[in-house]
C-alpha cells in the first residue's frame, strides 16, 4: 500500500455482544461516576451515600460486612461510619452475637439525607433526559427494563 493510499478498518458491528457490552459498560461507569459527584456535593460524600443505601436496604451491619460490600479494607469503612456518625446519620452499637463486632444502623436523619441525595440525583438525571426526543426518551426507556432484567432486579 502506498503512502498516499488509506487503510479502512471495518466498523465493528455495535449490535455484537463484545461490542455493546463495552459501550453499555462505559456509558454506565460515566453516568453512575457523573451521578455520584453531582448528587452527595456538601453534606456527604460518595462513599457515605453508598453505605446509608446498603444500610437503608439491608438494615443494620457489622463494620466487617460494610468493608467487604464496598470492597475496602476496614480502615477506610471505620472513617467513613465515624463521619456518618458524628453527623447522626447512623448509629453504632455491639453486636449481640458477638460483642466485639460493631453494628451500624442508618438513623432517620440518615434516611433524610439519603432521600434527598438520591432526589437531586435523579433530578440531575431528568434534566438530561429532557433535552432528549421523545424517540431517544423510549429508547432509554427499554433500555433501562432490559439493564434492570439483566442485572436481575
Do not use: C
Request: hydrophobic residues 40%; charged residues 25%.
Amino acid at each position: 500500500m502506498s503512502p498516499t493510499q488509506t487503510q479502512t478498518q471495518p466498523t465493528a458491528d455495535p449490535t455484537a455482544p463484545d461490542t455493546l457490552a463495552i459501550d453499555l459498560r462505559t456509558a454506565v461507569m460515566r453516568t453512575s461516576r457523573r451521578l455520584r459527584v453531582e448528587a452527595t456535593g456538601e453534606v456527604i460524600t460518595p462513599g457515605q451515600y453508598t453505605v446509608l443505601a446498603l444500610l437503608n436496604g439491608s438494615g443494620a451491619s457489622t463494620l466487617r460486612d460494610l468493608a467487604k460490600s464496598e470492597h475496602v479494607q476496614a480502615p477506610s469503612m471505620t472513617r467513613i461510619v465515624n463521619a456518618l456518625a458524628d453527623q447522626g446519620f447512623v448509629t453504632r452499637s455491639a453486636d449481640p452475637d458477638d460483642g466485639r463486632q460493631v453494628r451500624v444502623d442508618i438513623t432517620d436523619a440518615g434516611r433524610t439525607v439519603l432521600a434527598e441525595a438520591r432526589s437531586q440525583r435523579t433530578a440531575w438525571l431528568a434534566q438530561r433526559v429532557a433535552v432528549l426526543s421523545e424517540e431517544d426518551r423510549l429508547t432509554l426507556s427499554r433500555a433501562a427494563r432490559i439493564m434492570q432484567e439483566m442485572s436481575g432486579e
